[in-house]
């Protein structure tokens, strides 16, 4: 069993849908959450971090995270072509570097 | 602005040749990582490396090496390439601590290995 389960879609929305992400995990002891996003052709970047759980909202985007069920979403309101991309889950534990797990990503697109 | 570059956007290369791939970022970053991408198998750790000569083997270190002789550099190295290491190859950095939760990538390297 991977640590980090992410469908990896693809999804297609109109534009402004809101857009539900998802990813679940195995480790309890997952702390620090996080999704990139990625452009085509481009590395990923950080969008989104949260620690522990909750919400975290920035602009149209939220991130919840529930530890009780190891699941996490990102939520994306009134979508955006400019949305379309691949969005990684990703979660770590401890202070170690390479502690970082990621999902397979979700490739997204937003349809004028 | 905040940049990991790489040294080639796209390579190919021939079975059993020596490749190397070059990262350089400008942040002063302790943590520097080497991931392969590839389609349905999502990001994986080849190596990384917390300080300068030093790395520590990842998920997928076999048929790979690398050197980091210089803080803001950090070199994967395909001993004698194979087909199978065809793949997009992304190199990311970090700051020590909970900044680690950031890592900044650059932009890949598409290798073919015919």
């Known amino acids: 069993q991977k640590e980090v389960e992410q469908d990896p879609g693809p999804l297609s929305v109109p534009e402004g849908a809101i857009v539900s992400l998802n990813c679940t995990y195995s480790?309890?002891?997952?702390?620090?959450f996080m999704w990139y996003r990625q452009y085509s052709r481009k590395g990923p970047e950080l969008l989104m971090y949260?620690?522990s759980s909750g919400n975290k909202e920035d602009g149209r985007f939220t991130a919840q995270v529930d530890k009780s069920s190891k699941y996490i979403s990102l939520f994306i309101r009134d979508s955006q072509p400019s949305d379309s991309a691949t969005y990684l889950c990703?979660?770590?534990w401890g202070a170690g570097a390479n502690n970082l797990f990621f999902g397979t990503g979700t490739r997204l697109t937003v349809i004028p | 602005d905040v940049k990991v570059t790489q040294s080639s956007r796209y390579l190919v290369k021939r079975t059993g040749e020596k490749v190397f791939l070059e990262c350089v970022q400008d942040?002063?970053?302790?943590?520097m990582f080497w991931y392969r991408q590839d389609p349905g198998l999502g990001l994986r750790l080849i190596y990384f490396s917390y300080d300068v000569k030093m790395k520590e083997k990842g998920d997928i270190p076999e048929g790979y090496s690398v050197s980091r002789e210089k803080k803001e550099r950090f070199s994967l190295i395909l001993e004698s390439a194979s087909t199978n290491q065809t793949s997009m190859y992304l190199c990311a950095s970090s700051p020590s601590g909970t900044g680690a939760n950031e890592q900044f990538f650059g932009p890949g390297t598409r290798l073919t290995v015919l």
């Open positions: 949260t620690y």
């Open positions: 942040m002063d970053h302790e943590n």
């Open positions: 990703a979660m770590r």
């Open positions: 480790n309890s002891a997952f702390q620090y």
